[in-house]
């Protein structure tokens, strides 16, 4: 039992993801890398395109010559006979019979069923690799932003710990200037206070991290058994590709490559060979067939081992049956056709507000330095102001908060720069599996 518990362990062990090994640290690339490689939603699509890739085979198989084996016994209640008068009883044949035969079917036309068929079914494999495409796009947007969160909440974590490091400064500024009696206990209390409210930050904003490092191994199709160990900073340059200068670029590198719109196109001609199969159903099919018996039944006549011949099938009247395939097969093209236009569409909206994001983001980002600045003079001005006298200890706690939130926000206006650009690229249709990321990013 011992031995059966270990051998399950070990099993596991060897099933379960792993996030790295010697404390392997991810950055981008790395971790886009690894989501594509694990994530479940990719595992389930490509087992879908192999199932539409059996589907086309076996309609291709329409085209081959079937070949069939029949083998059987009868045992009759007793010999096959009939009467004749004057003649008697006629026996012709046997209680017992067998029949061993082999019968070749081929198919010479079926009104285009098979060629609308196998249309159908490369048109579905066309369609669930573009699927496919756009997912593995999903899932690399996804674990960019789950990576970019990581970084933010990091961004926060410095913040923080900059802050803590700044009040436990001041308030040993304080306590020095006590015991000089240039300074009140009140002072002290208060910076006290300012001291323990930054520390509770400072843990919350660890908290913070460790949740989004969870969130981005669940992005990155892991189970966390080790500690995910990401590189890279918020503050670091921009890991994508430069998008198109104007807005009619990218919707227009859009409507190219978005992968969606060669799946509705792919829709489209399965619909159309949708009406070629339901057409099928006016027209005749030819076959030739062979067979070969090498036991008959004994009351068949005889006529040789081999026989062979041509079958025509057409069906005269069916009420209407295959009229009303060919209009749902109509209607099913159209439907695909106002798919196709919502989808543009919609990929057109996508895009636009992607781009006027980025532009956002970079505008708010530019707003939230120029705080900063202002920000870090004010805590500057107000420490020194303190320190001779001019400013309180209120002053300078109110400058420092100040400071706190514009580096908060601007830590914030990065992230959605930079998740702005990733969704830019995901609405333009890139693939950042394969040339949207540069390499590791710089600062790390």
Known sequence: MKQLLIALTLLTALTLPVLGQDNQEFDLPMTVQTALKNHPSLRGMEAQVEAAQARLKQAAAGYAPKVNATLSYTLLQKDPSFTVMPFGTLVFGEKDNKQVSLTLQFPLSTGGKLEGMTRQARAGVEALESALDRQRQTVATEATIAYLNVLKARGFVKVAEDQLKALESQRNSIAKMLERG??????????????SAAQEMLTK???????????????????????????????????????????????????????????????????????????????????????????????????????????LTMNLSDGGTTKAEVAQARAHIAQVDAALEELRNGIVLQVTAAFLNVQSAKERLATTEKAVATAEEGVRLTQLGYQNGVNTITDFLAAQAELTKAQNDRVTALFDLRAAEAELQYAMGRQPYEAGIRGSQKGS
């Open 205 to 311: 904003a660890k908290n913070g991290e460790a949740v989004a490092t969870a969130a981005l191994a669940n992005a990155m199709g892991l189970q966390q058994r080790i500690g995910l160990k990401v590189q890279g900073s918020v503050e670091a340059a921009s890991p994508f590709p430069p998008h198109p200068a104007t807005l009619e670029e990218a919707i227009a590198e859009a409507l190219r490559a978005r992968p969606e719109l060669r799946q509705v196109g792919a829709n489209r001609q399965a619909a159309e060979a949708g009406v070629q199969v339901a057409r099928s159903g006016q027209k005749p099919s030819v076959g030739l067939f062979a067979q070969y018996d090498a036991e008959r039944p004994t009351f068949m006549p005889r006529t040789g081992k081999w026989s062979a011949g041509v079958a």
């Open 182 to 195: 240039v300074a009140t206990r009140i002072d002290l209390l208060r910076a006290e206070t300012a001291v």
